[in-house]
């Protein structure tokens, strides 16, 4: 039987058996294997690596925070990882490295760890996981009201019914690059990826340059709360919306 490039990729990752081994890029962290159905335990031995011990996420890696994601949210988007409706393309390796990570776990595992990490609590994005280079907040409120927050809500919390994740939490440069996924059709453009065809389908007709991606970014970090504020102030401050008086409500 012929082996998979994604095969080849979750074997390296996670040997046979679930064992621990060293990943094949060497400037990659050391993903281990475990048979725990804790979704703590699971979250600490495999995604802490790339995500960070309080689901922060990491530049470094290009990893997204993925603290308080919605456990909808994350059980669509491990079906995608494992059915091939996402992490198929090697140019996309954060994504492609996820798929092997989805194959490798049992869905009793994914089931835990997606638990675990729902109830974590939302890193908020500070300093550089904030800032949006050569942006314009004021002009990204625009596009946001027009073309993202019918699906992704007012403040950037996102909507079950649409299937739109929370864009709050989430690091600047993140949101970004995952834009320029869907417009590229690194993502998204796998059959059957419903709402991935749909962001493909956005940032190609609406999102005109780099410059107005950027923008919308900029003006989606403005949606997050303070960081050193309270989790009840946090919450009244995402409930409030944007910071500018014309946002819309």
């Known amino acids: 039987m012929k082996t998979t490039r994604l095969q080849l990729l979750t074997l390296m990752l996670f040997g046979i058996g679930g064992g621990g081994v060293f990943a094949a890029d060497p400037a990659a962290p050391v993903v281990a294997g475990t048979q725990s159905m804790d979704g703590k335990v699971i979250f600490q031995t495999v995604c802490a690596q790339c995500h960070g011990t309080a689901g922060e996420g ?3 890696l290009k990893s997204p925070s993925i603290a308080a994601m919605p456990g909808w949210y994350m059980t669509t988007q491990f079906a995608n990882l494992r059915e091939g409706r996402r992490g198929q393309d090697a140019a996309d390796p954060q ?3 996820m798929a092997a990570v989805a194959k490798a776990l049992q869905p009793e595992q994914i089931k835990a760890v997606i638990a675990h990490v729902e109830k974590m609590p939302m890193v908020v994005p500070m300093g550089k996981d904030r ?9 990204g409120m625009r596009l946001f009201q027009e ?4 699906c992704h809500r007012y403040n950037g919390s996102g909507e079950m019914t649409f299937g739109s994740p929370p864009l709050i939490g989430r690091q600047g440069w993140y949101l970004a690059e995952q834009l320029r996924k869907f417009k590229t059709g690194k993502r998204g453009a796998m059959k059957n990826d419903v709402n991935g065809a749909k962001m493909v389908q956005i940032t190609n007709f609406f999102v005109e340059d780099d410059q107005m991606l950027r923008d919308v970014v900029a003006y989606i970090m403005t949606l997050n709360p303070d960081a050193k504020a309270s989790l009840e102030e946090q919450k009244r401050q995402i409930l409030e919306g944007s910071p500018f008086e014309s946002a819309g409500r």
């Open 147 to 150: 073309r993202c927050m019918e």
């Open 58 to 60: 990491k530049v470094e």
């Open 131 to 139: 800032e949006v280079a050569d942006a314009k907040a004021e002009e």
């Open 95 to 97: 994504s492609f490295m």
